[in-house]
């Protein structure tokens, strides 16, 4: 199992931006950023795999980009114009198998780092 940590979550305006990191205890093969607005199901956001190959929502794609850090273990969501529907619980996850959006292909989550968005 991989233990996650999250961090860099906080309180923007409408059109700021923000950067979350995401740190593993070990290798992982691909790495994702997912998000939960209360009462909504929780969503894919951004994914990337040790070669380098992502993935992103349609919702944010232009707008968030996904980078790493093999060397360090690390994932970073690099969020721009943000907006208040962007509000939510961030996570992050990984591991070894395809590149998805779906949480049911992922095996080990973080604890989550709080987004919020004001207009």
């Known amino acids: 199992q991989v233990q996650l940590v999250e961090s860099g979550g906080g309180s923007v305006q409408a059109g700021g931006s923000l950067r979350l990191s995401c740190v593993a205890s070990?290798?992982?093969?691909?790495m994702a950023w997912f998000r939960q607005a209360p009462g909504k199901d929780r969503e894919g956001v951004a994914g990337?795999?040790?070669?380098?190959?992502?993935i992103y929502a349609d919702s944010v794609k232009g707008r968030f980009t996904i980078s790493k850090d093999n060397a360090k273990n690390s994932v970073y969501l690099q969020m721009n114009s943000l907006n208040p529907e962007d509000t939510a619980m961030y996570y992050c996850?990984?591991?070894?198998?395809?590149?998805?959006?779906?949480?049911?292909?992922?095996?080990?989550w973080g604890q989550g780092t709080q987004v919020t968005v004001s207009s």
């Open positions: 070990r290798y992982t093969y691909l």
């Open positions: 990337i795999n040790r070669l380098g190959g992502t």
């Open positions: 996850a990984a591991d070894w198998r395809r590149l998805s959006l779906r949480s049911v292909d992922y095996d080990d």
